[in-house]
């Protein structure tokens, strides 16, 4: 599938966008870092994922279902991330399979502190990853709120989301938590992908990463989910 002129600019841009986030400052080729404490530390970043009932739908390509194509996606962040990438995950809709709603906008929980992985972590993250269902309510604004703390109250910092739709669990209106940690003065961006998002979800999500200087992508397939994930990641 090639992408739009639209998609292709909003992709050229996204490395630019998040190689000072993910990675140490960049040195000039063949340079020595200078020891300084002027020298800016790399964003601890947070992935948070959709794992709502509706991710079990199996239109992602090749007959596989969303679910299948986040896990990839996921699994290869893991195995990709530089060394020193303090990295965590957050999923929602992923352990309450039931219609109550009290329950079903509580259901968000960290996977994986933030934080560096050695061999054995990212075996254990990877792990984990297989092992998810997605069966519950889609509780965006919540789970901003909670990745927000998982990532600390100071330095820069990043939530990497992706959502297949808009939240069900409103209030608060996720769109409202981007404009709030914005307020608080919270060095915070939020990046959005939206996975197979329908139009009505698509004005949601764009507001989240727009009111906090992050970047939005649709993203179609499985393929592209994991071009956009690698995209957002890459080291440079």
Do not use: H
């Amino acid at each position: 599938m090639n992408p739009t002129p639209w998609r292709r600019r909003v992709l050229a841009a996204l490395p630019a966008l998040l190689a000072a986030s993910l990675l140490t400052s960049a040195t000039q080729a063949g340079a020595t870092p200078a020891a300084s404490p002027e020298t800016p530390e790399a964003a601890r970043i947070d992935l948070v994922l959709d794992l709502s009932g509706s991710m079990n739908q199996a239109d992602a390509g090749k007959g596989r279902t969303r679910l299948s194509a986040a896990k990839q996606a996921v699994t290869r962040i893991i195995d990709k991330a530089p060394a020193q990438a303090e990295l965590g995950l957050r999923v929602y809709g992923a352990t309450y399979p039931g219609e109550d709603r009290t329950k079903g906008c509580a259901d968000t929980q960290p996977v994986l502190p933030v934080a560096t992985m050695d061999r054995a972590a990212r075996s254990d993250a990877k792990s984990r990853i297989a092992r998810f269902e997605a069966v519950g309510f889609t509780p965006i604004g919540v789970s901003l709120r909670a990745a927000a703390k998982d990532l600390g109250p100071s330095g820069e910092r990043r939530v990497v989301l992706v959502s297949d739709g808009e939240d069900t669990c409103a209030p608060p209106p996720p769109c409202e938590v981007a404009r709030e940690l914005k307020d608080q003065g919270i060095d915070l961006a939020v990046d959005v992908i939206g996975f197979r998002a329908p139009a009505s979800a698509r004005a949601q999500l764009k507001c989240i990463a727009d009111v906090t200087g992050g970047a939005y992508t649709d993203s179609d397939d499985t393929d592209a989910l994991i071009s956009d994930l690698d995209t957002l990641f890459r080291k440079e």
